[in-house]
């Protein structure tokens, strides 16, 4: 079976500190993984994916993410947080076998000045 | 940007009710989804529909839901009797393709409530 576990449900940072959202895996076949990004009252946009290319994945907003097969992990990062970086955020997964996302209970970023 | 557009943005409704939730999925897409957030709880599958028939479906997805295609851009959700615990938030979701690593689109949600 297929799952993603975020650890804390909540984080919180200062503006200018590195944001570190941690999401780890579960998949009996190599997986593709996603982040989401869920501004408040909006729908889901999608930060960035793996998909098997680079281990080290680039998105928007000055986000990336790392696969570490070893680790089963695929955790977020921002090296300078920003009062708009302020949303939640999921970790997600699909894998060749099947499309759908399977995602993880997401965890609520929260930027202070 | 194209994007996946969804009506009504919140609907409340009385249980025992019958509700349709309509989405414009992305043009050139063939796969499309509905997923579902229960307030404080995990988005949630609820089924794919390519070619114009369900490719797959969660065990949420049971007699009480159905997916619709009525036209070249519409795709609905229609819930016949609403319950209590139908109350989340419903997403829409398109690609372009079904492969496992194609982006999945999301619209921006339509919150039920029922009362």
């Known amino acids: 079976a297929q799952s993603v576990t975020q650890l804390g449900s909540h984080v919180s940072v200062s503006e200018g500190a590195l944001v570190l959202l941690r999401c780890n895996y579960s998949s009996s076949v190599p997986p593709y993984l996603f982040w989401y990004v869920q501004y408040p009252n909006q729908g889901l946009q999608l930060l960035l994916k793996?998909?098997?290319?680079?281990?080290l994945v680039k998105g928007i907003n000055g986000f990336e993410a790392e696969f570490k097969k070893s680790e089963t992990s695929f955790h977020l990062t921002k090296p300078s947080a920003h009062m708009s970086d302020a949303a939640e955020y999921f970790c997600a997964l699909t894998n060749t076998g099947f499309q759908k996302l399977v995602f993880g209970t997401g965890t609520r970023l929260l930027v202070s000045p | 940007e194209p994007e996946v557009t969804q009506t009504p943005s919140h609907q409340v409704t009385q249980m025992g009710q019958e509700v349709i939730l309509r989405c414009v999925p992305i043009?050139?897409?063939?796969?499309f989804y509905w997923y579902r957030q229960i307030l404080g709880q995990k988005v949630e599958f609820l089924v794919s529909f390519y070619n114009n028939e369900i490719s797959e479906k969660s065990e949420i997805f049971d007699d009480q839901f159905s997916v619709e295609r009525p036209d070249g851009s519409n795709f609905t959700l229609k819930i016949r009797s609403t319950k209590l615990e139908d109350s989340a938030m419903y997403f829409c979701?398109?690609?372009?393709?079904?492969?496992?690593?194609?982006?999945?689109?999301f619209g921006e949600g339509s919150w039920l409530t029922v009362v």
């Open positions: 793996y998909t098997s290319a680079a281990t």
């Open positions: 043009s050139n897409h063939l796969y």
């Open positions: 979701a398109s690609s372009e393709a079904g492969l496992g690593g194609d982006t999945i689109y």
